[in-house]
């Protein structure tokens, strides 16, 4: 299959039939015969891969190491295991190695790469990066601190930490690095640009490195099976990377990266993106390192998240008893839209509030004109009656949306009364950004053959384009918080209401 633009998310990055060239692989089959080595494998046991495959592996190799490889076959008690060994030699007195040792559709797959004997104290060093991260107060900081470890840890110039949206788009919502090389923080990239493979694969094999993305891959021997099958290599180390993003990478001036995944929930929260501008090879045990930091940072950051909203929606709470008590001693303060706009936003961001009872209207805050709020209402009017709307593409409520999307893209509205009628609503402006871009000092002479698409830039570019009309989708937790605001505002309604009937007897 040719992998172009249009068809990336089908491209099969997990059969490339290729490694990086900093190691070497053998394929075993249960057995322990080889089935399948990397073409490079000569470098490493002094034979030629037409002289091995087909061979019992024990002819290659001291029984003393077949013996620690069995041993740690036991240790692969789930499908996705990858068993590490750091600091071993092959034969005495030669170099040292470090290998990974996985299971791929039944066959035992070894990679090797050059490693040292000295082992660090990894235990500790995790434990210092923890302490460090616990003593950030916010999750700004937080994600800002994770980034600096693992800067500090693995060296790259630039370390960032990417958030996916729930569509899959990303945000770049902290970043390390060195000096004088700009920043992409802030900026926000389409789904497509780690498309939807990528991010099924990255749950599963937490941490892939691109030593060198100018390169030569090193093929598989042979490239396909009896069957006609390549080997799946979605958990293997040294994995060769998919072409369109190597093109990516050099079209950034970007030689070398590095992203370890951030799983929350079991879900793909995001990545430590890591960028370098030279070849960098950090050690199998490094990159343990920071793999388990990352997995150490997103149960911290599981449970932060469950804090946080949990303090949102108690503060929320706090408002929502406020909003009753203050309009308890003061009915006058429901029709003041800027008070109402005021606590209503300080429990659910917004850049705007609009009011409309018994039909008349009011605003604060940034809104759409009172023509086009009228269109909005009526159009709340036919849906699902009764309950929090909201969205966060006004233009699929009503038509000629476009012309204010600017300023109002996302509604939320509180129905506050029995039926249908009266509303308070929240309006989020349009999400798009406006960038400067910095001189861009890496900038390529010449893009590849997928020309300049394949850039930061015009990949905001593309980013921008798909949130035409949207704004910042509220969340499930403020959808939440809503209801309880619309239950207080109903009750301050009725209320008002018998008052009212009560002097006119
Ligand atoms: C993979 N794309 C990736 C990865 C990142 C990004 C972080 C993980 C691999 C790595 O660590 O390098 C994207 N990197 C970014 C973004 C920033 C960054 C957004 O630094 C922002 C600062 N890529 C595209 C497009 C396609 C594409 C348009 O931009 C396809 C049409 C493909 N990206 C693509 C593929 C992979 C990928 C196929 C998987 C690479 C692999 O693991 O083999």
Redesign the pocket.
Known sequence: MT???????R?P??L?GAIQPVGFLIALSTDWVISRVSANIAELLGAEPEAMVGQPFAEFISPSLIHDLRNRMAYLVSPDSVERMFGVQLAEGGRYYDVALHLSEGQIILEFEPGSQTSGDTTGMVRAMMARLDTRPDLASFYREGARQVRALLGYD?V?V?KFAPDGA?E?VAEACKAGIGS?KG?H??A????R??RE??KRNLL???HDVEAVPIAIVPQRDAMGRSLDLSLSVL????P??????KN?G?RA???ISIVVDGELWG?F???HYSPISPTFERRSVSDLFAQMFSLRLESRERREMAEYERRARDISDQLLSAVASDETLLKDPDWLADILMSAIPADGVGVWINGNYAFSGTTPPSEDFRAIVRALNATAAGKVFTTDNIGSLVKGAESFAKEASGLLAIPISRSPRDYVVLFRSEMRQSVRWAGDPHKPVEYGP?GP??T?RE?FA?WNEQVEGRSRPFLQPELRVAETLRATLIEVVLRLADEAAAQRQ
Do not use: K
């Open positions: 992998v172009d633009l249009t068809n990336c998310d491209e990055i997990h490339l630039r960032m990417y990303g770049v992409f900026l990239y389409p497509s640009d780690i498309p493979q990528a694969l990255y892939r490195v691109i994995r060769s990377v998919s369109i993003h190597l093109e990516y990478l950034m970007v990266s590095l992203s990545l993106a890591c960028h997928n698409r394949l930061p990949s593309e």
